[in-house]
């Protein structure tokens, strides 16, 4: 006999309003399955071992024998756990200054270029240390689980030092978190330029990066990294076996939507100056648009014209951009209801691209994003009969508890 | 001997990373008073019977003698109960579905004339019942007193007929909260004109409404009320003892910030279409103009011109506006991270603006709005030591406890 008493055991979550979920299978989903949810009145959710082994209305459930765990689910409605697929979660100390001089009128690109902005959290974070930055990981995932995100990205970028770069992965790994290397996030100060500093990165940071993280990233805007610098960049890591990711079209439309989808890239990430051009280039490609909108509202810029990707064809995902400087924000509720209030995105489609769209970019979509026999019991239950709430209560906090591989790990 | 034991008695909030109230004293404050938030580093505050009686930094704490509460503070920063001067959280059922509508493209004065809108929510407040209501109105101070709101107003105008505009009133009070009677929010379908519906108004409700209101409030506006049926309506209010609010300007400009400052009101709110010729007649006013920024934010309208209200010297408060159809939102905290990225205001403005200015609405500014002595002890504790997180944090759980007349009522 084995020992099962580690184990996550069963779970059946009982009596639920509604269990909504992304319908279909594969992933990315596009317009029109985008926004096709499959919603389930008076039904149940049956877990084993951690993964998801039925759903149905409460009319249909057989008797469970043997020993379950029951989460009455009355008044609630389940989604699938969040999935954040572009977060910079790494970081130390915060830009709580800089945001008060922004509200009085100094602009990000005005802050980033006077060396406040990122090269501030850089020095933070070369002086955190390892434990630091773990401690700092765990925190920032513990907010992240009471808004209901069981699945969680995060990137490197504020290190930009050998030591500090590869603490970062490591401490990513170490929290849960899906590690990517933005080795290119901006010139750290001791380097001159931009090409010396890639040089280093490349040779002394991606042999081990590589063996740390699963994707690779780059900051492709003006005063950054310019196009020709992020295809080297992103060809040396896709040689050393990494995906590829590219922050791209933020502030100016720079060449990273062609860039993306000529190497291959899983995502290209913001997308708010993006043109009609790369609109449609992005929906005849099989890179995903990853929508930031917390992000430009935290700037108080321009969302990206996610209505036209949506209808246009592409393949959108939604994330927090979670970071010190420009979006110190860990909720994807919010960002729920920004995409219905600000994208233009219905509650269904914002529901997608935060759950299967988001698995796919992380290369999870197989079993993480959906409510269905054989994924992942990572389950958020809201507080709420409707699942739309999760985008219509505005702020509010609508997330009652979280399970996470069958287990629940958060409860309100 | 006085029986002690049902009174709140003594409580040391003690070791506070920061304690931030804003300064001076008299209410409301203009710039620059509005942006002076005094903020104490390792703080304490004392309270006794519900009231503050010392807030000093732990250096010069004396030696408190006899029976006590203490919290320890450690990390945490202390700002006033938040006063959330203008809501609607008396009504029953929701407005997701045409939330889902307006994501999908139809705009919310579409919805409203078709019969949406308040209307759908007039028919299921009057359903409720007195006592569905008053449970309506506790479950929302719940979710508000989560956000850090320790006083609240609330507005009937989803009855619109005696009974349940009388009982909106009612649970209002019931639930803490400061009752205002917006009798005039909308024409019932009962009625074929507005000028009709005023009459019964007047004649058949205000005079119990004046019992049980502390003030009256009209949305003037396109489809609501003219500017001479708001006079009409707002006199005899005041000829029945009622202080005077108006919903103004929120879509169209109809005469509502001339009539507030001529008729004496308390404030007038939203002001999102407000021009320059407004701005001045409210600055040289004693008129308080109360910003919605999250109905802007809910509704995708441009935002009020908070910076040039605030600049040309006017008096504002923030407030949420929560309601289930413009607003779906009962979060301070989130309102004050609108203000200080989509309103350019800053963290400092934004504090005073919900707290004393809102305080000053609501003809409360003596005993709530600040931590000082002699004010009530309603005091949030943030989860942060920089008191301006209430604002960085964007949508993030930023309340860690909650103390209301000198007694924890909410607790992480």
Redesign the interface.
Known sequence: MTDRAAGPGRLLVRDLAQLATPSGSGAPLRSPALGEVDVLEDAYLLAEDGLIVEVGRMADLGSVDGEVEEIDGHGMSAIPGLVDCHTHACFAG?R?AE??LR???ASYEDLHSAGSGILATVGATRAAGEAGLTEAVRRHRG?ML??GTTTFEAKSGYGLDRETELASLRAIEQEGGIPTWLGAHAVPPEFDDAGAYLDFAIEDVLPEAARLAEAADVFLERGAFGAGQARRYLEACRDAGLKLRLHGDQFTESGAVPLAIEIGARSVDHLEATGDDGIRALAASDVVGVLLP?SA????RPMPPARALVDAGAAVALATDFNPGS?????L??VCSLA???L????SEALSACTINAASVLGRADRKGRLAPGYEADIVLLDAS?W??L???????VVAAVVQGGRVTWRR
């Open positions: 915060d709580v945001f008060t509200a009085g009128g907010w009471r808004s917390a509202l935290f700037l108080a979006a110190f924000c860990e909720s509720p919010l219905c209030t600000q233009r995105l219905t509650p409707d739309r709430y985008a219509y209560h505005l702020g509010g906090s």
